[in-house]
T-cell receptor, first 117, second 113 residues
Framework: GAGVSQSPSNKVTEKGKDVELRCDPI?????LYWYRQSLGQGLEFLIY????????KSGLPSDRFSAERTGGSVSTLTIQRTQQEDSAVYLC???????????????FGQGTRLTVV | DAKTTQPPSMDCAEGRAANLPCNHS???????VYWYRQIHSQGPQYIIH???NNETNEMASLIITEDRKSSTLILPHATLRDTAVYYC??????????????FGKGTLLTVNP
């Protein structure tokens, strides 16, 4: 596809269940970001993958949150034992990044709206 | 990480120029300023970026002060479709190919007819 694809677009889950959110970045983009956006709030950084480097996990809010990026392409964000405060839109972005790059524009997907009931 | 400060909201009349300010007083010499916007219920969209020179593209102009501690995004002729949250971001470089975009709360620009 031409853009960043996220699935599902909407997810309703019961409190305590685990969920997996998927992101297909733009082909060839080495960097991938996950953000969370609660209603009426700005974007909260969660995690950043760049090539083969160790991911920057500094934004993950708790150990219930984890993410993987397989083969440098598709990424999955997993939330275990979901809580109501996890309800938010989860946004993924990818970017073509190379050493010394002057433009590392990030392209965003449309997000997954997670509702924990 | 460099932090940015933006006013929470601004209004602009349709057809007028919209000037959105951003303070980034702790920016380092190799850190770029990026602007994105987010229209309701959509993912953020890249607008423009710069290091120290003023920049212009088909969407907007970016004016960066000489000391690089602040910048202004200019939409020269705002339309109703420009109503969105505008984010000013400092791209943090941590070596190699590692960059990081940290978003603040942004400015809600409302363009009025």
């Amino acid at each position: 596809g031409a853009g960043v694809s996220q699935s599902p677009s909407n997810k309703v889950t019961e409190k305590g269940k685990d969920v997996e959110l998927r992101c297909d970045p733009i082909s060839g983009h080495t960097a991938l970001y996950w953000y969370r956006q609660s209603l009426g709030q700005g974007l909260e950084f969660l995690i950043y993958f760049q090539g083969n480097s160790a991911p920057d996990k500094s934004g993950l809010p708790s150990d219930r949150f984890s993410a993987e990026r397989t083969g440098g392409s598709v990424s999955t964000l997993t939330i275990q034992r979901t809580q109501q405060e996890d309800s938010a839109v989860y946004l993924c972005a990818s970017s073509p990044q190379s050493p010394g790059a002057t433009n590392t524009e990030a392209f965003f997907g449309q997000g997954t709206r997670l509702t924990v009931v | 990480d460099a932090k940015t400060t933006q006013p929470p909201s601004m209004d602009c009349a349709e057809g007028r120029a919209a000037n959105l300010p951003c303070n980034h007083s702790t920016i380092s010499g190799n850190e770029y300023v990026y602007w994105y916007r987010q229209i309701h219920s959509q993912g953020p969209q890249y607008i423009i970026h710069g290091l120290k020179n003023n920049e212009t593209n088909e969407m907007a102009s970016l004016i960066i002060t000489e000391d690089r501690k602040s910048s202004t995004l200019i939409l020269p002729h705002a339309t109703l479709r420009d109503t969105a949250v505008y984010y000013c971001i400092v791209r943090v470089y941590s070596g190699g190919s590692n960059y990081k975009l940290t978003f603040g709360k942004g400015t809600l620009l409302t363009v009025n007819p």
